[in-house]
């Protein structure tokens, strides 16, 4: 196969170095965030493990109960106990009054247990030495809000798109995936990373799209996987691997006259797309010439009344 490139087996020893420690780095941090998410949203439910009802409850929320409540049954169970939870969800369903917060001795719970972390350095974490805001968690359970989803969507739009152009772009230099297979696993982590953020907004309006948010997780997972590995086979165990091991025959099917599934899909694709095309700009032209003059009238003549 024809290469307009440097291969990476081929790059000089401190390029690899640098294309090795960010991708271990990234693994790393990869693999923390998995650590984080199981001890997060995996612990919505109460049980260690992410489940759909984690899924579920950290975004649709768990309408069955108040938002204080599914804490103390979930993440924060570790935190207080027994006979501190069943105080203040006893607490909460009598209706979280002001005078009950002291005379059942609720303040002093929520400050020996609570406003370590929950207070006003903690930055994101809501700040229980004030009673409102406290309050305002003693209402049904609706799970994340509008507002924080917005934050945490753009935040990981813009941070893991950067890590995957990165991962992608050390990718781009392998050798023994072809060209079809090369667009594909790195188009797939960009589709996977939209399909995750818009399930969390899903999963928000119905608990069925919960396992759209697994599936978009794992979709990342894979792909992250697959460029991650086959970069660093490729820099340090290329001869081993895809010369003298089990690499060997996946390139000589590569390299067969004969079309892969993977090649009649891509021819596919691209029959499709050059169908599309003209299909596009016979939309294009319609909306020019009757589509926008048509709104434009419309606009025209609410406007003036």
């Not at 169970?77 to 917060?101: L, V």
């Not at 719970?109 to 805001?133: W, Y």
């Not at 945490?152 to 392998?174: K, P, Q, T, Y």
């Not at 928000?204 to 979709?219: E, R, T």
Request: hydrophobic share 45%; with cysteine.
């Amino acid at each position: 196969m024809t290469t307009k490139y440097t291969p990476l087996k081929d790059h000089d020893a401190p390029l690899k170095v640098l294309f090795t420690g960010y991708l271990c780095t990234v693994a790393i941090g990869y693999l923390f965030a998995l650590i984080q998410i199981l001890f997060t949203h995996g612990m919505a439910d109460g049980k260690f493990g992410l489940s759909v009802d984690d899924i579920v409850y950290s975004y649709y929320g768990n309408r069955s109960g108040t938002a204080l409540e599914v804490k103390l049954n979930g993440s924060m169970k570790e935190n207080a106990s027994e006979q501190e939870r069943f105080a203040i969800m006893k607490w909460t369903r009598d209706g979280a009054d002001a005078n009950d917060y002291k005379d059942d001795g609720i303040d002093k719970i929520i400050e020996q247990r609570c406003v370590m972390c929950h207070n006003k350095d903690s930055g994101s974490l809501p700040d229980f030495t004030k009673f409102d805001a406290l309050k305002s968690y003693t209402t049904q359970d609706e799970g994340a809000t509008f507002s924080s989803l917005t934050r945490v969507s753009h935040i990981h739009l813009f941070g893991i798109s950067f890590i995957f152009m990165f991962v992608g772009l050390i990718f781009s230099f392998a050798e023994t995936t072809s060209t079809q297979y090369k667009c594909i696993a790195i188009g797939m982590p960009y589709a996977f990373l939209i399909t995750d953020i818009l399930s969390w907004w899903l999963t928000k309006i119905h608990p069925m799209f919960a396992w759209l948010v697994i599936f978009a997780g794992m979709g990342m997972g894979i792909s992250f996987a697959f460029m991650l590995v086959t970069s660093i086979l490729e820099m340090w165990l290329f001869k081993p691997v895809f010369i003298d091991g089990f690499g060997a025959g996946y390139l000589q099917r590569r390299d067969s006259t004969d079309a892969s599934i993977a090649d009649r899909i891509w021819a596919v694709v691209k029959t499709v797309a050059r169908s599309i095309k003209p299909a596009a700009l016979f939309v294009k032209d319609q909306w020019l010439t009757q589509g926008l003059p048509f709104v434009k009238n419309l606009i025209a003549s609410l406007t003036k009344k």
